[in-house]
């Protein structure tokens, strides 16, 4: 056994410092705007693409897939709150998939009556149609795979840790809690909610976070979670583009 495995305070105190990160960047990054000269130059530069969005990309990485990845290696998390732990089949695969699958289908239904209602009040408001046709483009589903691998690696590093602490149950709804109050104490984030076309990406997230939540619940299983994820994405998205009438 890892020497490790059982530090579950090291394991809080890396979810605190994990969710808090993201934060300090966005306080920094308001900070660095204020800069003039040399230095802002050389943030200009940097900021610029293919500079700009590899580093973006880059980061994104290190922060949702390389740390809680090094933190399992390290013993500091465990496999099986993490839910990458084997493989399992019956009750408890086919059940989750069940959850998975329903939850998808209420998050479409309900995008759908979104983007009408939307669409009936104006052109303007689209919600989803960004992401639409984004997922249209020749490698539009790479996007896609990226966005859900991102978001559902650090929901369950944060999750794992909460499991870790107070059980499966209560785990899951108290690391969702935490995500969901350190991205909205990220600056400008509660503003923009403010946005009607803003808002309905955050909140497609915040949904499917509930149902892969719930597919966790039955499962355990981070690979389930993925692929619900990405397909409630993908319906979530086409049902709103079907009532602009952007589906074919």
Not at 37 to 53: F, H, S
Request: hydrophobic share 55%.
């Amino acid at each position: 056994m890892i020497p490790l495995a059982k530090a579950t305070n090291l394991w809080l105190v890396a979810a605190g410092l994990y969710l808090l990160v993201p934060i300090l960047w966005d306080l920094a990054a308001r900070w660095s705007g204020r800069w003039t000269g040399r230095p802002a130059a050389w943030l200009g530069a940097l900021a610029r693409p293919p500079v700009g969005e590899c580093l973006r990309v880059s980061g994104r990485l290190l922060h949702s897939v390389a740390v809680p990845y090094a933190m399992l290696l390290a013993g500091i998390a465990d496999a099986r709150s993490l839910g990458v732990a084997g493989f399992p089949r019956w009750p408890e695969l086919p059940l989750g998939t069940v959850v998975g699958l329903g939850g998808v289908l209420l998050v479409m239904w309900s995008w759908g009556r979104v983007a009408a209602v939307s669409d009936r009040r104006g052109p303007r408001r689209r919600p989803l149609l960004e992401q639409w046709e984004t997922l249209r483009l020749p490698h539009g589903w790479v996007h896609l795979l990226f966005d859900v691998l991102c978001l559902q690696g650090s929901w369950a590093f944060v999750r794992g840790a909460a499991v870790r602490l107070v059980g499966l149950y209560a785990g899951v709804w108290l690391g969702l809690g935490a995500t969901a109050l350190a991205w909205m104490l990220r600056p400008g984030r509660a503003a923009a909610l403010a946005d009607p076309e803003a808002r309905a990406p955050a909140l497609l997230s915040a949904s499917l976070a509930v149902v892969t939540g719930l597919a966790f619940l039955q499962a355990e299983n981070l690979w389930l979670c993925l692929a619900v994820h990405a397909l409630g994405l993908l319906a979530a998205s086409r049902a709103a583009a079907a009532a602009y009438g952007e589906v074919g």
